[in-house]
C-alpha cells in the first residue's frame, strides 16, 4: 500500500474517532479523554483518573506527598471523636507558621539596633503587618497547644503501644524541637519580656548536669563560664546581638529543617505501622 494513502487512511480514521468521542461524551469529555490518554500525561500520572478503589490506592502510592501515608485507613481513624484531629490541627499550624515566618523574615534584620524597631515598623506601617504577626504569633502558641493534646491522646488510646513504640519516641522529640522553636522565637521581637524570658531559661542551662558549668559532673569535665551550654547557646557570656544572631538562625533555619526531617519519619511509621491504631 502506498505510504501515502495509508497516512490518509489514518487521518481520516482518527477524524472520525474524535467525532464519535464529542457525540458520546462531548467537547469536554473528549478532551479529558485524549489528554488523559497522551503520552505526555502518563510520564507524570502512571494511572488512569477513574475513581474506583485501585485508582485512589495507585494515586496515594505513586505520589512523592502522599504516599507517606497509608493508602486506606480503618473506619474509625478520620473520627473526630476518636483522634480529636490534635495531629492534623499541629501540622496545618506548622505550614502557617512556615509561611508566615518566611513573609515575616522580609521585614526584619536579625541585630540588636534594629529588631525591635522593625517589629514596631511592621505592626504601623505595613499593610496587614499586625495581622501577619499575630498569626504567626498565637499560630505558635496554638501549635504546643495542640502538640500537648495530641500526645495526651495517644496516650489516651494507647496509641504509644507495640508495634508503635518508635513513633511515639519521634512524637516525643518532635515536642521538644516545637518547644525549641517556640523558646527561640520568644528571643526575636528583642522587647523586655523577650529578653528576660530568654536571660532567665539560659541561666537554667548553666545547671545542664554534664554541658553545664554549674550542673552536675560540669567541673569534673571541664566546663567554666566561658565554654559551657549556655555560652554556646548565647555566642558569649550574656544575652546580646550574638544570641540575638543565634536564635534567628536556630528559629528560621536549623530548627524547621530538623522538624520537617522528623516530620517525614512521623508520617513514614504511621503507614509502616497500619495507620492510624485502632480502638482500646
Known sequence: ????????????????????????????????????????????FRHSLEDTPKTRMQTVISNVFLHLHPAKVKRHAPLFKFTWCMGGITFFTFLVLTITGVSLMFYYHPNVRDAYWDMKGLENHVPFGLLLRNLHRWGAHLMVITVWFHMFRVFMTGSYKPPREFNWVI??????FTLLLSFTGYLLPWDQLGFWAVTVGTNMARSTPGLGHEGPF???LGMTAYNDIRFALLGGSMVGGNALLRAY??????????VSIFLIVHFWRIRKDGGISGKL
Open 218 to 220: 560540669g567541673e569534673l
Open 249 to 258: 538562625i536556630w528559629h528560621c533555619i536549623g530548627l524547621p529543617l530538623i
Open 1 to 44: 500500500m502506498d505510504r501515502g494513502l495509508w497516512l490518509s487512511n489514518k487521518d481520516d480514521k482518527d477524524k472520525l474517532d474524535i467525532r464519535e468521542l464529542i457525540k458520546t461524551k462531548g467537547l469536554p469529555g473528549a478532551i479529558k479523554h485524549y489528554v488523559g490518554n497522551s503520552q505526555i500525561w502518563r510520564s507524570f
Open 171 to 176: 512524637g516525643v522529640v518532635l515536642l521538644v
